[in-house]
């Protein structure tokens, strides 16, 4: 299987190196695996403070290559982007967030003991325990 690292911070060479990916498979050529190379800017939790293991050099330096507002630049020196696209865009976004939270708040409880029989092919003596642990903690709290 061919593999392609790509500037995950670049839009339009991931476009590029998706779009060639899905002509080559489309085409019977199998899949592609492609290596999106990007930096997290946040921390990793709230409880992680970022500043312990990075400078403010680094982040700044990365900062500047994050990838939305230097496709909204790239879009907006073609004459693409305009107030009255943001404003469009803005206004799908909010509806689209209130959407999805009101579908995650009002979706029913879902068991969590499947997460045992989802993500592990084989359930160990160990695993098995966790689950019936799990599954006894949880029935106290009905």
């Keep these: 299987m061919p593999g392609i690292r790509v500037d995950g ?10 779009a060639e990916a899905a002509r080559r498979a489309r085409e019977g050529g199998g899949p592609t695996l492609i290596e999106a190379v990007t930096y997290r800017l946040g921390a990793h939790t709230t409880s992680d403070d970022p500043t312990r293991y990075r400078s403010q050099e680094e982040l700044d330096r990365w900062t500047a290559l994050d990838p939305i507002p230097r496709y909204r630049a790239y879009l907006q020196a073609i004459g693409v982007w305009t107030e009255r696209l ?14 999805l939270r009101e579908s995650v708040v009002g979706a029913p ?13 084989d359930i160990t003596p ?10 006894a903690e949880l029935a106290k709290e009905a």
């Design 109 to 121: 409880d879902i068991d969590i003991t499947e997460m045992f029989d989802t993500v592990y092919h």
């Design 9 to 18: 911070n670049d839009v339009l060479a991931c476009y590029a190196v998706v």
């Design 86 to 99: 943001e404003e469009r865009v803005e206004a799908r976004s909010k509806r689209l967030c209130t959407e």
């Design 126 to 135: 160990n695993l098995a325990a966790q689950r019936e642990q799990l599954a």
